[in-house]
């Protein structure tokens, strides 16, 4: 065993490069490390520590048996609100005890990539006690799939006033219903923002009259706002804010500028990360750096983002997929501050991106001895960064950034 080994297996603080890889195509996964730090998640309730190029990070597993868990939202109380794709809601306390189920959550189609998706609390829920939640609709069998957005009062055990405030229409994710979005932004003016999957129909992102493909803006109470950018234009449904995404699951105000920032999921390749604008063309399929599940570019692809091509190129794009989820901004006082951090599904890691502007200058590539899918990742009120692993066993991880 050499001295960089030893230094880890003994507990020693190291900074390890094995563990928080550059900008590498097709990053190693635990399969792919030397024996010894081929180790398991961590224990539940044990803080464990690893290698980050800026530091030791240390990471405590809270709870784990969930069932592929989706979405954090941070209770004032302490506790967790977390989502299972399978259709349950449960409150988890910070020393890991999980709730049962609670009731009142709706029926949800649970197939492909939908089921129980995002929960985020409302801007006044101090007072209301309200939460959102997103979800796909409908049966699965003769008819297409689509998102929904309902709100709900939190009581102790159950969700109470439930109404469904927005559906998507006209449903369309068909079988194995593929890509439905579903992350919720909230700005200071009233606003939601929600993203849209393609729902696999390729075209769709490009047309105006359909909501697949687009990030939508819309009142608190699911009306649509008189200032949206297609309100009042023929054959454009109004609620929508921009269009031409594939599978936007991150999305976050930027602390500085204020930009809203999202991910997208490529097809095989071409994962993006995108600055938002009212009424702007995100390119999906036509313009993208991805190919086809195939491996030939996609049927309605014409090529990568060029100049000129009246797309919004990303700022960012991999050309090999990592299946991006969703994002934080570290804003909180650490060695990560100023950073943002995205979660990545098929290669298994937590992504730090360091940032000059609006260009991404570093990428580091974190947790990869977890060897689990990271489906969402948040800054908590006290500052430390949460991570759920998408898994029939998935996990609620607490991660300690190094220090400044």
């Known amino acids: 065993m050499n001295k960089q080994f030893s230094l880890l297996m003994s507990g020693l603080t190291t900074t390890l490069y094995l563990f928080s890889m550059p900008v590498i195509a097709g990053t190693a996964t635990i399969a792919d490390l030397p024996a010894p730090l081929r180790v398991a998640p961590s224990i539940k309730g044990e803080r464990q520590q690893a290698g980050s190029q800026l530091g030791t990070i240390h990471h405590t597993k809270i709870a784990d048996k969930l069932s592929h868990p989706w979405s954090i939202a941070f209770l004032p109380d302490g506790n967790f609100l977390i989502t299972e794709r399978t259709g349950k809601l449960r ?8 709730s049962d189920p609670i009731q009142g959550v709706p029926k949800v189609f649970v197939g492909g990539h939908g089921g ?35 709100t709900a009062r939190l009581e102790q055990g159950s969700l109470e006033d439930f109404k469904v405030i927005y559906r998507q229409e006209p449903k369309q994710a068909e079988s194995p219903y593929w890509e439905f979005g579903g992350r919720f932004l909230f700005d200071d003016k009233g606003h939601v923002f929600i993203t849209h999957g393609d729902n696999h129909v390729n075209l769709a992102p490009q047309q105006l009259d359909k909501l697949a493909g687009k990030v939508v803006r819309l009142n608190l109470d699911g009306s649509v706002p008189k200032d949206n950018p297609f309100v009042g234009k023929k054959s454009a449904r109004p609620e929508i804010w921009s269009y031409g995404h594939r599978n936007a699951e991150g999305i976050g105000f930027h602390p500085i500028t204020g930009q809203i920032w999202t991910t997208d999921q490529g097809p095989r390749g071409g994962d993006e990360l995108n600055i938002v604008q009212p009424g702007k063309n995100y390119g999906w399929p036509i313009a993208s750096y991805g190919v086809d599940y195939t491996g030939k570019q996609t049927a309605e692809t014409k090529g990568p983002h060029k100049r000129g091509d009246g797309f919004e190129p990303p700022v ?23 950073n943002l951090l995205l979660g990545s599904l098929a290669d298994k890691q937590l992504i730090r991106l360091e940032l000059d502007g609006n260009k991404v200058v570093h990428e580091e590539r974190l947790l990869a001895h977890l060897a689990q ?9 006290d500052g430390f960064i949460y991570v759920l692993t998408d898994d029939p066993n998935g996990a609620l991880y607490k991660i300690e950034p190094p220090k400044r």
Not at 124 to 150: C, I, N
Not at 373 to 381: E, L, M, T, Y
């Open 373 to 381: 899918r990271i489906r969402d990742v948040r800054q908590g009120p």
């Open 116 to 150: 129980l998706l995002d929960v985020a609390l409302a801007p006044d829920f101090k007072k209301s006690q309200t939460v959102y939640l997103s979800y796909s609709e409908g049966t699965g069998d003769d008819e297409p799939v689509g998102l929904a957005v309902a």
């Open 316 to 338: 960012y794009y991999w050309a090999k997929s990592p299946a991006l989820s969703s994002l934080t901004f570290v804003t909180a006082d650490s060695a990560w501050k100023g």
């Open 91 to 98: 409150r988890i306390t910070p020393q890991g005890e999980v």
